[in-house]
């Protein structure tokens, strides 16, 4: 047997949750999601916000609890919330059982073998669909996710993406992010843009064309009055997620493609 190997990061324990999870049908992680370190969703639609700690402590219960404005509002969230921490202690139990009261329970890694001379870190993760409702357990232990009930649910990245959680300050595939990279895509189909198509896909072209500070704007004004092109000076968007803008270049090619129409 395999002498145990510590988790040393979030990152680490992230990952192992996200590798757990996957292995159930109809769920996916998308990693650094919505504000959560991991956003696990089914293809029902329901939502897991899953925040992660080396050590738990008070921080990361208030990082997992909505703030006050968010249920005033309306605002988006899961359905579930879940704490994943790589180590507890009895000076943390009084927080645990806080965060479990409130239906967001605690929950570690095992050490777990995987067949042959292969073990590692896993969540013994079981979801069971009772139609009208979901039964979690891990580790054996039958887990109470409060159903948050939120108006709306969070917003799903478009792709998972090959980015990891857990790590510090993250490169999360945003709205924002989503939208601007429909900008740079729509701008080296067209060789340039304007202010007027980036507004038109939901984000304000100021940051593209105008200078902040001693920071040069990220586009050039074109060769043709009130149209912008690229320059080095603009953020690597595309870089940070390429399955993302990979998406947003076959959606954006599929829309020029003439629909070719049957008639009898």
Known sequence: MLERTPINTEAELCAAFI?????????????????????????????????????????????????????????????????????????????????????????????????????????????????????????????????WNPAERCRVPMVVGAHQAGVPSPVSLTPWKEAALRVIALMRSQGHIAAKQIQELGISPTAWTRPKGTDPGWLDRGPVRGTWIETENMPPFDKQHPEAYAIVVAELAAKADPQLELTA
């Not at 639609?45 to 703030?67: H, T, W, Y």
């Not at 409130?102 to 570690?108: A, M």
């Open 19 to 147: 590798q757990s999870m996957n292995k159930q049908a109809d769920w996916t992680c998308y990693p650094e999601a919505a504000g959560f370190d991991i956003l696990a969703v089914h293809t029902s639609g329901r939502q897991i916000g899953v925040e992660a700690k080396m050590s738990l402590n008070a921080k990361v219960a208030d990082q997992i609890l909505p703030k006050d404005y968010e249920n005033f509002y309306g605002r988006p969230g899961p359905d579930h919330r879940l704490v994943i921490v790589g180590k507890a202690s009895e000076a943390s139990h009084g927080i645990c059982r806080m965060l479990g009261l409130l239906g967001v329970p605690v929950v570690l890694p095992r050490w777990m073998s995987r067949g042959g001379d292969k073990s590692g870190w896993e969540f013994d993760v079981r979801c069971v669909d009772n139609r009208d409702w979901m039964s979690f357990f891990v580790n054996e232990e039958y887990l109470h996710l409060f159903d």
